[in-house]
């Protein structure tokens, strides 16, 4: 009678062992059926919009020494000016690896030397040899948005005028 007792009591408490793990299972089976409608919500979400870019978006093409269009004469000095702006309209560094060739479309009118990098993109010395008009472009290559495969565009070419400096003055003196 004694074995008896013993394998009763360890056939009870296999079987409510065995219940326990069943509670379990169910709990376990019940939270996957439930977790299945998120899953699909997730697969389902909504793209996201990528976060602004930083960096040069948009290249800004200006000239130093006048108001261009207005104000270039033969007797000028100025640089022609490729800058980057970010994608608010602030100024900001250019892109690494990238660089830009000035042009005039009438080299009888203006010439452009190189261009050199500065803080916030390129310049180019202008040289503004007779009145009349000419085109000022810039070529870009190796400029990048942030995401290193959105190419700047370059900037439209600027019609400029270059008219004749003041009159020089003669004085006459008696000595």
Do not use: C
Request: no cysteine; glycine share 6%; charged share 15%.
């Amino acid at each position: 009678m004694f074995q008896d007792d013993r394998f009763d009591r360890l056939v009870e408490q296999y079987i409510a062992a065995a219940e326990q793990i069943g509670r379990h299972l169910e709990q376990i089976e019940n939270i996957l059926r439930d977790a299945r409608p998120i899953h699909v919500v997730i697969d389902n979400w909504p793209t996201q919009t990528p976060p602004p870019t930083t960096g040069a978006v948009k290249a800004v093409l200006t000239f130093t020494g006048a108001d261009m269009p207005a104000g270039i004469t033969v007797d000028s000095n100025s640089n022609a000016i490729l800058n980057y702006t970010d994608d608010k309209g602030d100024p900001t560094a250019a892109p690494a690896g990238a660089t830009a060739v000035f042009a005039s479309d009438n080299a009888a009118v203006a010439t452009l030397g190189a261009s050199v990098s500065t803080a916030t993109g390129f310049s180019a010395p202008a040289a503004f040899v007779a009145e009349g008009t000419f085109n000022l472009s810039v070529a870009q290559t190796g400029a990048f948005e942030a995401d290193g495969t959105t190419a700047i565009a370059d900037p439209a070419p600027e019609l400029v005028t270059v008219t004749a400096g003041p009159a020089n003055t003669a004085a006459l003196s008696i000595a």
